[in-house]
């Protein structure tokens, strides 16, 4: 089987500080990789180059593109990026607003990414944005409502649904559970996991919470000032880590 | 089937003095299909590292694991990944699931993940959930708010779903009553029969007995501790 990602010494430098250095790794299809570390350590900025989102100053990012194969995306044109960033990918924002329209409503958040795929037939996206609202969990009968008359569980789901319903490949999570009550956070987790398994799909997941990534990711990587310190199998890192700051970093969980 | 030799690990502690804690040396295992070694000695000899190494959990600093064409001491993750979905099963002593996922998917799921057929992988778990005594009614519910008892039986139901080559048990009849634990060898002997590779840890003396084919004493491994 060939990596759906192969990422080779991406580097980002903020003047003279380092946002991420001389990260390397191949993503397989069906993998969930977890990157962990404190804030200020490098990964969203790391998730935000591999995503498009900000030029690297170094590195290659390539992704196994259906049309043609491995491409370099960091090179690839702005119209080809975006075109993935629509297609093949999909980015899940910590706060949902920054991933919603606020002033559309719930289907028409989910419409939109249909319609900048190329469907046009308004029975057929609102169907498949009931469908997806549905398998998100929001009642079919919010459809016309706005995210804004939202709870914060129901904006972060609708986002997934906008996100996942064009079928993407590899989906970027950026502290999807970030903020939510742990009732909330359970149910995101289940629904996420049931999502990946389905659909097979690829995901990289920043987040602080080892709980989470416990539960979601098979491999994780950890990060310090910019740097990936360790990476493994996830409980291996988790129950064994093997680098000084993996191990702080594990034994400063509260125990619940 | 299960090939260990010239194991070592130790616990470096970077954040307390880099302390460096030696916990097994020179450990050698072999276990052929259709047969169950039970690893003895004192608590604290190193039965679980043992086990956790084999399972990929724990690193090993030196020498080889293999499980079937796998050296776990030294793959890749994803071979691991892949060893552990078809091949080599894992029954711990504690149920780690994702909150509200109900007991029937969460025993089902290592069948779903070889690619079984949802009808197919629940009717495999309702028979196991039903043959350890899990009451119907509880099936639809998370095993988060189950006793511990019936943790351990849903955990058991679950490592025992997928017919794996090869089975890592640590203390499957702990917790559990004479009825259960009767349940629970007649699996370990069923999968002996089927030709899975066992190795156990059992406090239950009479269990080890009955289903352990012979026993190998991990405090052989245990370095000396030097002062």
């Known amino acids: ?256 | 089937m299960i090939e260990v030799s010239g194991v070592a690990k130790s616990f470096v502690l970077h954040n307390q003095g880099s302390a460096v804690i030696p916990v097994m040396h020179g450990a050698d295992l072999s276990v052929a299909p259709g047969e169950c070694v039970a690893l003895v000695g004192a608590s604290g000899a190193g039965k679980s590292t043992l086990m956790r190494m084999i399972y990929g959990n724990y690193t090993a600093q030196a020498g080889r694991i293999a499980v079937g064409d796998v050296d776990v001491a030294s793959a890749p993750p994803r071979d691991i990944l892949r060893l552990r979905r078809e091949t080599l099963g894992y029954v711990s002593q504690f149920l780690r699931v994702v909150p509200r996922v109900p007991t029937l998917q969460v025993v089902a799921e290592p069948l779903r993940a070889v690619g079984a057929d949802a009808a197919r992988a629940e009717a495999r778990a309702r028979d196991l959930l039903a043959m350890l005594n899990i009451p119907e009614r509880l099936w639809s519910l998370s095993p988060t708010t189950f006793s511990g008892g019936e943790q351990q039986r849903v955990n058991i139901a679950r490592g025992f779903a997928h017919d794996y080559p090869a089975l890592l048990l640590d203390e499957p009849t702990a917790s559990l009553d004479a009825t259960n634990r009767a349940v629970v060898l007649d699996l370990i002997e069923a999968a002996k029969a089927r030709g899975a590779a066992i190795v156990g840890i059992f406090h239950d003396e009479a269990a080890r007995a009955q289903v352990c084919d012979r026993e190998v004493d991990v405090s052989r491994f245990t370095p000396e501790r030097a002062a």
């Open chain 1, 1 to 256: 089987m060939t990596p759906l990602l192969q990422v080779d010494g991406l580097s980002k430098f903020y003047g003279q500080r380092i946002g991420c250095a001389d990260v390397s790794f191949d993503l397989y299809p069906g993998e969930v990789m977890g990157i962990v570390g404190e804030s200020g350590s490098g990964k969203s900025t790391l998730l935000n180059c591999l995503a498009g989102h900000l030029p690297p100053d170094a590195g290659r990012v390539m992704f196994d593109t259906r049309a043609e194969g491995m491409r370099d995306t960091v090179t690839m044109s702005e119209p080809e990026r975006r075109m993935l960033g629509r297609t093949d990918w999909a980015f899940v924002h910590q706060h949902a607003r920054d991933g919603l329209r606020m002033n559309v409503s719930a289907g028409g958040n989910v419409g939109e990414r249909l319609m900048a795929v190329g469907a046009r037939h308004y029975g057929d996206i609102r169907s498949q944005a009931i469908d997806w609202l549905g398998r998100v969990e929001i009642a079919e009968d919010r459809i016309d409502d706005r995210p804004r008359q939202f709870s914060g569980g129901m904006q972060q789901r609708l986002q997934i649904a906008r996100n996942l319903v064009t079928g993407p490949r590899l989906v970027f999570m950026d502290e999807p559970t970030g903020g939510l009550d742990v009732s909330v956070q359970a149910r995101l987790l289940d629904l996420l996991r049931g999502l990946v398994r389905e659909m097979g799909l690829s995901a990289i997941i920043v987040t602080h919470d080892l709980a989470v990534v416990r539960l979601l990711a098979d491999r994780l990587m950890v990060m310090k000032d910019g740097h990936v310190v360790e990476t493994g199998l996830t409980d291996q890192v988790l129950d064994d880590p093997q680098h000084a700051y993996s191990q702080l970093l594990v034994s400063s969980v509260l125990q619940v």
